[in-house]
C-alpha cells in the first residue's frame, strides 16, 4: 500500500527534517506518484529562489572580521 | 540544502585548537546567509556590513575565551546573535523593529554578475528585488517562521519553541508562507525566468 503523506511531512522532507526512512517513503512514493513529484518539485523551485535573494557582504568587511580573529590575542590582552 | 564534507562543528574544534583556516571555512560558508538576515532587518547595506563584523566580534571573542557551547549549532547560533545585534539597533534608534526591504535602488551583488551584460544584470537585479518585496508582502507570522527556517536555519522545532507555537503550526505557516511566494511568483511570471532557473 502507498503510504499518503502530509503538507507538512513534504515541508520537512525539502528542509531535510525527516528521518532516513521516511526520505525513502517519500521518494519511493514520488517515483510512482506524478502529482506527489509535482509538489515536490514546485517547494524545491519556491526555495531555490529564497537562496537568490541573498546578498553578499563586501571582501572588506570579510577581512576585518578575519584580521580581527588573527589579532584576538594581541587585543585581549589589553 | 548543502552537505559540506567537514562538518561546522569540526570546524569550530579546529578554530577553537587555533586553525584561523578553519574560521575563514566558517565564515566564507555562512556569511551570505548572515548578512542577508541582517540586510533584510536594516535595510542598509553599509549599516549591514556593521553589523556582520560586530557579530563576528561577539562570536570570536565566545569562542576564543572558551564560552562557546557545543550542544547548539552554529549557524542558528550566529544568526541569532545578528538577529538580536540588527532588532538592538532599532531599538537604540527608537524604530518599529520589522522586517524591511530594499526599494531597488541598490545595486545587488554585482559581483556575482559579473560576466552578464549590464541589461542581463538590470533584469536578474530587478528580479531579485521583485523577490525580496515578495518576501516582505507575505503576512508577518509567515514570514518570520520563513526567516527563521531558511535564512536564520532554525529547525521547525525551534521555531516551534522560540514562537510558542506548535510545530505543526510552524511547519504550516511555512507551507504557506511557500504556497503563498509560489502563487505571487506565478502570477508575475517570475517563477520559470530563466534568471532563475539557469538551465
Redesign the interface.
Known amino acids: 500500500m502507498i503510504k499518503t503523506f502530509t503538507q507538512n511531512d513534504l515541508i520537512r522532507f525539502v528542509y531535510q527534517e525527516t528521518h532516513a526512512e521516511e526520505n525513502i517513503e517519500i521518494e519511493t512514493a514520488a517515483i510512482f506518484d506524478e502529482e506527489l513529484a509535482d509538489e515536490l518539485n514546485a517547494l524545491k523551485r519556491t526555495i531555490s529562489a529564497l537562496d537568490l535573494v541573498e546578498r553578499t557582504p563586501s571582501f572588506k568587511s570579510i577581512d576585518k572580521i578575519l584580521s580581527y580573529s588573527k589579532s584576538y590575542d594581541l587585543h585581549s590582552s589589553k | 540544502?548543502r552537505k559540506y564534507e567537514v562538518s561546522d562543528s569540526q570546524l569550530i574544534s579546529l578554530y577553537k585548537n587555533g586553525s584561523?583556516d578553519a574560521?575563514?571555512e566558517l565564515?566564507?560558508r555562512h556569511?551570505?546567509?548572515i548578512?542577508?538576515t541582517i540586510?533584510m532587518i536594516v535595510k542598509d547595506?553599509d549599516l549591514?556590513?556593521d553589523l556582520?563584523?560586530e557579530t563576528?566580534?561577539k562570536v570570536?571573542?565566545t569562542v576564543?575565551?572558551g564560552r562557546y557551547n557545543e550542544e547548539g549549532k552554529f549557524l542558528p547560533w550566529v544568526t541569532r546573535i545578528a538577529h538580536n545585534l540588527a532588532i538592538d539597533h532599532f531599538r537604540k534608534a527608537k524604530r518599529y523593529p520589522t522586517i524591511v526591504l530594499e526599494d531597488g535602488s541598490n545595486v545587488?551583488?554585482s559581483?556575482?554578475f559579473s560576466e552578464d551584460s549590464i541589461e542581463d544584470r538590470q533584469i536578474k537585479e530587478d528580479?531579485?528585488t521583485l523577490?525580496?518585496e515578495l518576501?516582505q508582502e507575505l503576512p508577518d507570522s509567515q514570514r518570520e517562521v520563513?526567516m527563521m527556517?531558511?535564512?536564520m536555519q532554525m529547525?521547525?522545532q525551534e521555531i516551534a519553541e522560540v514562537t510558542d507555537v506548535s510545530i505543526?503550526t510552524a511547519?504550516?505557516r511555512?507551507?504557506y508562507a511557500?504556497i503563498n511566494?509560489?502563487k505571487r511568483?506565478d502570477k508575475l511570471n517570475v517563477?520559470y525566468d530563466k534568471n532563475?532557473?539557469p538551465e
Open positions: 540544502m584561523e574560521f575563514t565564515v566564507t556569511k551570505n546567509k548578512f542577508t540586510y547595506h549591514a556590513e556582520l563584523q563576528y566580534v570570536v571573542n576564543k575565551s545587488f551583488n559581483l556575482e528580479t531579485h523577490l525580496r518576501i520563513l527556517r531558511h535564512y529547525s521547525f505543526n511547519l504550516g511555512m507551507r511557500l511566494l509560489r511568483m517563477a532563475l532557473y
